[in-house]
């Protein structure tokens, strides 16, 4: 799992995110995920572009905000972006935070679980095939032509609340979680997404976990380097209500951070939980751009090997 690159020139971040999409397929991960970052660039169009520079690995958004698209936009350009990556595209999409969608964007975020129920109605019927989609609920009314390839792409749906874990079981493929440490996922997130799931497939239960391959006594420094760049809890109530279930209290506890059977240990005990797929976020440490770059590398070849 990319996110943005400080270290990184505004010119050189669409080539830098299409070279790490094709060196990790070329290491063997599985998927490789991009989030929509407010002000960065865009997660479908850099991952549509992916699929033009890889043969593999699975794309996919974690995750898209639905308040910056109507579903029927979203249908529109998720269902390209299938066709741009081969069919190896996933979006997971969700309902943000206040702070992104009220404060900077100006939209209403009242009731966002509502929101994403009315949302995922739309966009289900939209992903059924080409056809017209008519829907009327509370949020939305549609009357629209969709006709741009066949069924919808894999959809997961980011839920933290019970509300959004019943939405995600119920309506989509699975979750993409973020500072869910083990036992969040093992007691509060995998039995309620799982009852919501009955009868259908078994939820994918994809968690974003930071993490850092160093000495064990860089171990805090890692942390701390953590909550610096990826630390805003405070700042998301669901966030903070989700920490409240398990034993992390900020971002920086839920990584694995150490040496090799540090690091190695932690990820299983997310795979023990119940996560069926582990988004690994790198956090490089190092004073300098060479430093951090040079970390970043020891840590992905490392996790490279992880099986």
Known sequence: MLGTDKDCRPAERLPTLLSAARSAEQHGFASFWFPQVPGYLDAMSVLALAGQCTDR?????????????????????????????????????????????????????DRPARQVRDYLEVLG????GPGTVDVEN????????????????????AALGP????????????TILWMADERAV???????????????????????????????????????????????AELSPNYLRLLERGDATD???????????????????????????LAARVIALGESPAAR???????????????
């Open 186 to 232: 093992a007691e509060h997130v995998v039995p309620r997404i799982s009852a919501a799931a009955a009868g259908r497939p078994a939820p994918r239960i994809v968690a974003g976990v930071p993490v850092a391959l160093c000495s064990n006594g860089e171990v805090e420094q890692a942390r701390a380097r953590a909550n610096q760049v990826l630390g805003h």
């Open 125 to 128: 019927a939209a992903f059924a």
């Open 251 to 277: 971002v920086g506890d839920t990584m694995a951070a150490g040496d090799e059977t540090a690091v190695l240990t932690r990820l299983r005990r997310y795979r023990d939980a119940g996560v069926t797929d």
């Open 163 to 174: 509300t959004m874990l019943r939405l995600a079981g119920e309506h989509t493929d699975g």
């Open 293 to 307: 770059n040079e970390s970043r590398r020891r840590t992905e070849e490392f996790l490279a090997t992880v099986r």
């Open 138 to 157: 509370e949020t939305y009314r549609v009357h629209s032509p969709i006709d741009v390839t066949g069924a919808g792409p894999p959809l997961l749906l």
């Open 57 to 109: 690995i699975e794309l996919g958004t974690a995750i898209v905000p639905i308040q910056t698209r109507h579903p029927i936009a979203m249908a529109q350009q998720a269902l390209t972006t299938r066709i741009a990556c081969a069919g190896r595209f996933t979006l997971g999409i969700g309902a943000s935070h206040h702070w992104i969608v009220d404060t900077q964007l100006g939209l209403s975020y």
